[in-house]
């Protein structure tokens, strides 16, 4: 067995014991309370392999996926970037409001508003990156603070820039040619999955191939092991704490997305929150 088996192997196993164990501890806990465990997770797998619900997994999967790679980043770096959520909020919002008055025919929509999301989510993320290089505030703290922020920022700017529309208040509603057609995928579901599924691949991809096969992932991993080797070496820590700190915001940027574009066709109050947490999960 070589090497690179071996290890896809080992990173393979801690998911694999993790669901074995939950499957375990649940069993015994529809045992204990007389619950037919056998009856229970059939009617799960039943739900679960209705085409209806593998399409709406793919969807979810997509948002998850992308807030994910967004932590990942900075987690490579040994940044706890746990400011997500509020990342991706003020990106969704300034790409709702470019996408809604602009109206540009799809896909120019979703490749404008991946750089708007992009550069938003990376300028919000940057603010705790340059706390931690200039103050030494750590990111943990700084990012949860701005998650305060954004929430609120967001609010403000809505009221005085949205359009009130029964109970929220949103940004214009995106216009039909505009926004992300969905794909018929799954054979027999009556729901299509979101074709920004096409984005969240294409960063999973663009990510491997930064972090594993080009001279700045190098350099930021090994800042992320041992910061004192990476200064030895001459890599400046400072300058790749910023850059990482802006790329896991640009990629958080992308969060949002495809609620805007596939489901909500816009940004309110009451759009979801807590993406971001669940990424780090």
């Known amino acids: 067995m070589n090497g690179r088996v071996r290890a896809a192997l080992i990173s393979l196993a801690a998911p694999v014991l993790a669901i074995t164990f939950s499957i375990v501890v649940t069993s015994l806990i529809l045992v204990a309370t007389g619950d037919p465990f056998g009856l229970t997770w059939q009617t799960v ?19 998850y996926y992308l807030s994910a790679l967004a932590v990942a980043i900075g987690f490579r770096m040994s940044l706890f970037n746990i400011g997500v959520d509020g990342q991706y909020r003020v990106a969704a919002f300034a790409a709702a409001m470019v996408a809604g008055n602009l109206s540009l025919p799809f896909p120019l929509s979703i490749v404008l508003a991946v750089i708007v999301a992009g550069i938003t989510g990376g300028l919000w993320a940057g603010i705790a990156g340059y706390l931690k290089v200039k103050r030494g505030v750590n990111e943990v703290i700084s990012t949860i603070m701005l998650n305060a922020i954004a929430t609120g920022l967001v609010a403000f700017l809505l009221r005085q820039f949205g359009e009130a529309r029964g109970n929220d208040i949103t940004t214009p509603v995106i216009a039909e040619g505009s926004r992300a057609p969905g794909i018929d995928l799954i054979p027999g579901s009556t729901e299509p999955v979101n074709s920004l599924i096409v984005l969240a691949i294409l960063a999973g991809i663009a990510y491997w191939i930064v972090l594993n096969r080009t001279r700045f992932g190098f350099r930021l991993r090994a800042t992320g092991r041992s910061q004192g080797a990476a200064v030895a070496s001459g890599i400046d820590v400072k300058r790749m704490v910023i850059i990482s700190m802006l790329l896991s915001g640009g990629m958080a940027g992308m969060v949002g997305l495809p609620l805007v574009f596939g ?8 759009f979801p929150g807590g993406l971001g947490f669940t990424g780090i999960a």
């Open 45 to 63: 797998l039943d739900v679960g392999l209705r085409p209806r619900s593998i399409a709406q997994i793919l969807n979810l999967g997509t948002i």
């Open 263 to 270: 489901e909500s066709y816009s940004f309110g109050l009451t």
